[in-house]
């Protein structure tokens, strides 16, 4: 949409759309006028900055946690890794939490980290989004015309919050996550990814050190049963040495 269009549709004048744009703070009415002449639905949050945590910390350290053990085993292994890669496809825009990706295999792995799951629908809109947009855009962005092997896994954090949203809703996850998971396994320990197009879920731990015996991940076949490693996001998080 053209500045002189959205002028006319919104009734914003364009100096305030140029501050707007600019990043500098608007009125609730420029904002909501701006949303409904791009078709937009207006959030607002209001938040009290005397509690806002000011230690630097990530927002979420958990998930940061995740995709660190990610990124630092697949590098290990060999493959080029980028963090909350950006992507855009028309009026739609979102970032990938953890991709790697092989030039001379055509071969891309994409990670959507999971520490909660309150929202199923937002949880399977954005690996469906990521699922059929991410991949044509990183193939050019890498000077290639495709992948040959194109992998999405959801990770959950392995927590008994996670692992109960995923119990209440077994199909739905075996829809949106239907395959199993040794396209991410030919990943993470063989270090050579299966051709096609997959799509998996796994529950992931981000701690360090691990016995022999104790695996980091597990499929979702794998689940009943299973006993989590953390009770919720506050254990992991204390447990990990994240919060104080």
């Not at 009125?27 to 006028?33: D, I, N, V």
């Not at 929202?119 to 991410?134: E, H, I, M, P, V």
Request: net charge negative; glycine share 8%.
């Amino acid at each position: 949409m053209t500045l002189a269009r959205l002028v006319e549709r919104s009734g914003v004048a364009v100096t305030t759309i140029h501050d707007v744009e600019s990043g500098r703070v608007g009125s609730l009415e420029t904002y909501a006028r701006l949303a409904d002449a791009l078709r937009l639905r207006a959030e607002f949050q209001l938040v009290d900055p005397r509690r806002r945590e000011l230690s630097g910390r990530p927002v979420d350290p958990v998930h940061a946690a995740m995709g660190e053990a990610e990124a630092a085993h697949l590098r290990a292994r060999g493959f080029n890794v980028g963090m909350d890669e950006p992507f855009q496809h028309y009026q739609f825009s979102g970032r990938a939490d953890v991709v790697a990706w092989s030039v001379e295999s055509r071969a891309l792995l994409h990670i959507e980290n999971k520490t909660e799951i309150p929202d199923l629908q937002a949880c399977f809109g954005s690996l469906n989004a990521k699922r059929a947009y991410l991949g044509a855009e990183l193939a050019t962005r890498c000077g290639i015309s495709r992948w040959s092997s194109e992998t999405h896994v959801m990770a959950g954090l392995w927590s008994a919050e996670v692992l109960h949203a995923i119990r209440m809703h077994k199909a739905s996850f075996a829809s949106v996550c239907p395959d199993p998971p040794e396209a991410f396994d030919a990943w993470w320990r063989e270090g050579s990814p299966e051709t096609g197009r997959h799509s998996t879920l796994v529950v992931f731990d981000p701690a360090e050190r691990h016995r022999g015996d104790r695996r980091r991940w597990l499929g979702a076949e794998e689940l009943d049963g299973v006993q989590p490693r953390y009770r919720d996001y506050a254990d992991a998080a204390h447990r990990l040495g994240l919060r104080e």
